[in-house]
């Protein structure tokens, strides 16, 4: 008796964590993205402005 409630224990877990797993990868995944975006975005925003400062905004 043992023996199957440890293997029916495992077996009605064990998807639960796998999926659990898989979504963790994915929002993480997405998060990483999303910061690689927003920094490059940082810098070319940065690199905008300085050449605009360099050259004089024609707005001012």
């Known amino acids: 008796m043992p023996e199957d409630f440890w ?3 495992i077996f ?3 998807p639960t ?3 659990g797993l898989i979504f ?3 929002m993480r995944a997405i998060i990483r993205a999303d910061r ?15 050449r605009l400062e360099k050259r004089g905004d024609p707005h001012e």
Do not use: D, M, P
Request: glycine residues 4%; charged residues 20%; negative net charge.
């Open 7 to 9: 293997g029916n224990a």
């Open 12 to 14: 009605s877990v064990t």
């Open 17 to 19: 964590i796998l999926l």
């Open 24 to 26: 963790w990868f994915a």
């Open 36 to 50: 690689a975006e927003r920094q490059t975005y940082s810098q070319i925003e940065a690199e905008e402005r300085a």
